[in-house]
């Protein structure tokens, strides 16, 4: 069974926030590569993480390639040839987990993060970089090419914060018309993008990207997250997807989470979701099993 199938049955529960689950269980990710730097040290800790939002009721799994580029190893002090080993392992732990929980269903969704995410400076929730078109093409091409042959079911393009991040890796998706991809942003609030670009412009730009199937949001507060799947439904057929975090900041320099958020959606929260047009629902960091479970509820019952 593959995505299109999944959503003709009904709302998709995706699995909830990877690097905070790992925090959860006690894992250092001070480091510049985060989550991935436990593909490195500790990939048996990722296994269990993806294997606990199967439980919790996750119908597709991401894996835990966000932070994981050339880029993001050279700047970490690490050989940049090694990410290609990594990325591939990112797809095989998600495989291997979905196996591990009885569930081998489960779709594998391949986590495309923005350049941002290789700066490690909380760029991704600011976007704007200052670099080029073709820069950015590149940047992604090259992961997306190692993940592609790592046949995942599809990709996961999320936290973009910006219209011209979002055109750029729409352009590197183009040359793997065989997976389905959707992008999902990093907001500021209910109408705009981390970057400052307008959220409903960004989404409609990406309706002619071939192999974009869905469009939404995600790491963005809760409470944005209704406005913002208005705004995308006025511009889009696409299915919807919405996957926030917990409402906290993020805090570059100490690379951690801070402020006052929920570890739980309300069930009434997500029904509106659901009537605002939203396909696909899970979490992103802060959000774990106890909130995918609570989604998950949710969405069976629909």
Not at 29 to 39: D, I, K
Not at 215 to 244: F, I, K, M, W
Not at 248 to 259: C, I
């Amino acid at each position: 069974m593959g995505l299109s199938d999944l959503l003709l049955a009904g709302p998709v529960t995706l699995d909830g926030g990877l690097a905070s689950e790992l925090q959860a269980r006690g894992q250092d990710l001070s480091g510049r590569l985060w989550s991935a730097q436990l593909l490195i040290d500790d990939p048996a800790e990722i296994v269990a993480v993806h294997a606990s939002y199967i439980a919790a009721g996750a119908q597709v799994t991401i894996t835990s390639s966000y932070q994981c580029s050339a880029l993001a190893l050279e700047l970490a002090g690490r050989d940049p040839a090694t990410a290609e080993v990594l990325l591939r392992r990112s797809v095989e732990l998600a495989r291997t987990a979905t196996v591990a929980a009885g569930h081998p269903e489960v779709l594998v969704a391949a986590s495309v993060g923005p350049y941002g995410a290789a700066l490690a400076d909380g760029s991704e929730y600011r976007g704007n970089y200052g670099v080029s078109h073709a820069d950015l093409v590149a940047f992604h091409a090259g992961r997306l090419e190692v993940l592609a042959d790592c046949g995942p079911d599809l990709f996961a393009v999320e936290t973009i914060p910006d219209a011209v991040e979002a055109a750029a890796v729409a352009q590197a998706l183009a040359e793997h018309p065989g997976i389905p991809a959707w992008v999902t942003f990093s907001c500021a609030d209910a109408a705009t993008t981390c970057g400052g670009d307008d959220f409903a412009g960004a989404v409609a730009a990406l309706r002619s990207a071939p192999t974009v199937v869905a469009v939404g949001v995600n790491c963005t507060a809760p409470e944005h997250v209704l406005g913002l799947l208005q705004r995308a439904a006025q511009v889009s057929d696409l299915p919807l997807v919405a996957y926030p975090n917990a409402g906290r900041t993020w805090d570059a320099e100490t690379r951690a989470w801070s402020g006052v958020g929920t570890d739980v959606v309300p069930a009434a929260v997500v029904r509106q979701w659901l009537d605002a047009g939203a396909a696909m629902i899970g979490g992103c960091c802060g959000l774990g099993p106890k909130a995918v479970a609570v989604i998950a509820g949710v969405l069976q019952r629909r």
